[in-house]
């Protein structure tokens, strides 16, 4: 779980601009995704654990806009 963890926030890093803060947040989502996966045995509550995080994140950006530090 740890090495998924790993991947993903690698592999969600390139989306975030090399921005090194997102990575414990994200390593933790991949640990929890790659959790749910040995726990059902099944792809699908990742993929809509994955689904919400991404829309609650569309939704946030879209009614506060983009946040930029001062």
């Given at each position: 779980m740890a090495f998924n963890g790993a991947v993903f926030a690698a592999v969600h890093l390139?989306?975030?601009g090399q921005e090194f803060g997102y990575l414990p947040p994200?390593?933790?989502?991949?640990?929890?995704?790659?959790?749910?996966?040995?726990w059902t045995?099944?792809?699908?509550?990742?993929?809509?654990?994955?689904?919400?995080?991404?829309a609650t994140s569309l939704f946030l950006f879209l009614i506060a806009g983009p946040q930029l530090p001062s």
């Open positions: 390139m989306t975030y994200l390593f933790l989502f991949g640990f929890v995704l790659s959790g749910l996966r040995a045995g099944s792809v699908g509550p990742g993929i809509v654990a994955h689904f919400v995080f991404n």
